[in-house]
C-alpha cells in the first residue's frame, strides 16, 4: 500500500545521514516535498547545527521560502560510547546539546510555525527506553527525547498537531560502524565478533536497514496513525528492548 503524503512539506533534520537520508528518499517517493538539513551543507541540503538557535531559525525560514512546513522529522543525533567513570565533561555537553537540546530548539519552531494538523517524529532510540552500558550520555538525551515527545503531544494535541517518535535499536549506518569499532577496540574483541553478537538478538539475526526506520516515519506521518500521539514506537526486530547485549 503506498503511503500518500501529497501536498506536505517536511522539513528533516540530519538528512544526510544514513537514517535521515533514507526517510528523505521514502519521503519523496509518497509525494511530500522534503527540505533537508544536515550539519555540514551538500548539494541539496541545507546547512544547520541543531544545537545552535541560529541555525534551527534560519532552517525553518528557507523551508518556508518554498511553501508552508506542515511536518518535521528530526533525525539529527550524535553518538559516542564510555563508562560513565571515564566520560569527559566536554563529550557529554556535545551529545546532550545534539541530541537533546536540538530536539527542543527543532519542536518549538515546529510548533511555533507547523499548521495545525500537522506531525513532528522524532528519532529517539531503544536507548530512551531502557539505559544500556557505556551509553549514558547517550542514553540520558535519547530518554530526554521520549519525555519531550509525550509532552508535546499534550501540549499541542488541541491543534490536532501529533508528536511521535521512533525507537530503533541497531541500525546498518556508519555511525554504528564506529560505535562497534570503539567497542572493539575497548574490550579487544574484533568487530565482526561484536557485530554478529549485537545483531543476534532479533528474530532476523541482523541489524535494521535504514529504510525500514524510515517506513515508521512514514507511517507516523500518515493518515493511517491518525490517532497515535505521545507514542514511542520501538523497532528492534523481536530482540531485547536494549541496543546492545
Not at 493518515?223 to 497515535?228: D, E, G, I, P, T
Request: glycine share 10%; with cysteine; aromatic share 6%.
Amino acid at each position: 500500500m503506498r503511503v500518500a503524503l501529497d501536498g506536505r512539506r517536511v522539513l528533516v533534520t540530519g538528512a544526510a545521514g544514513g537514517i535521515g537520508s533514507a526517510i528523505g528518499r521514502e519521503l519523496d517517493k509518497a509525494g511530500a516535498a522534503v527540505f533537508a538539513t544536515d550539519a555540514t551543507a551538500t548539494d541539496g541540503v541545507f546547512r544547520c547545527d541543531v544545537s545552535s538557535e541560529e541555525d534551527v531559525a534560519a532552517a525553518f525560514r528557507e523551508a518556508a521560502a518554498g511553501g508552508a512546513v506542515t511536518d518535521v522529522v528530526h533525525a539529527a543525533g550524535i553518538c559516542t560510547t564510555s563508562p560513565v567513570a571515564e566520560l569527559q565533561l566536554a563529550d557529554w555537553r556535545r551529545i546532550l546539546d545534539v541530541n537533546l537540546t536540538g530536539a527542543f530548539l527543532v519542536a518549538r519552531a515546529a510548533a511555533r510555525t507547523i499548521p495545525d494538523g500537522g506531525s513532528i517524529v522524532f528519532i529517539s532510540s531503544v536507548a530512551g527506553l531502557t539505559g544500556d552500558p557505556f551509553f549514558g550520555a547517550y542514553c540520558a538525551s535519547k530518554f530526554g527525547v521520549v519525555a519531550l515527545t509525550q509532552v508535546l503531544a499534550r501540549e499541542l494535541g488541541h491543534r490536532r498537531i501529533r508528536v511521535n517518535a521512533v525507537c530503533p535499536a541497531g541500525v546498518r549506518t556508519a555511525m554504528s560502524d564506529e560505535t562497534i569499532s570503539r567497542d572493539a577496540e575497548r574490550l579487544g574483541r574484533s568487530e565482526a565478533e561484536l557485530r554478529a553478537l549485537y545483531e543476534s538478538d532479533s528474530f532476523a539475526h541482523r541489524w535494521a536497514d535504514p529504510d525500514e526506520v524510515a517506513g515508521a516515519c512514514l507511517f507516523l506521518l500518515s493518515s493511517a496513525s491518525a490517532y497515535v500521539s505521545g507514542h514511542s514506537l520501538v523497532l528492534n526486530g523481536g530482540g531485547n528492548l536494549s541496543s546492545h547485549r
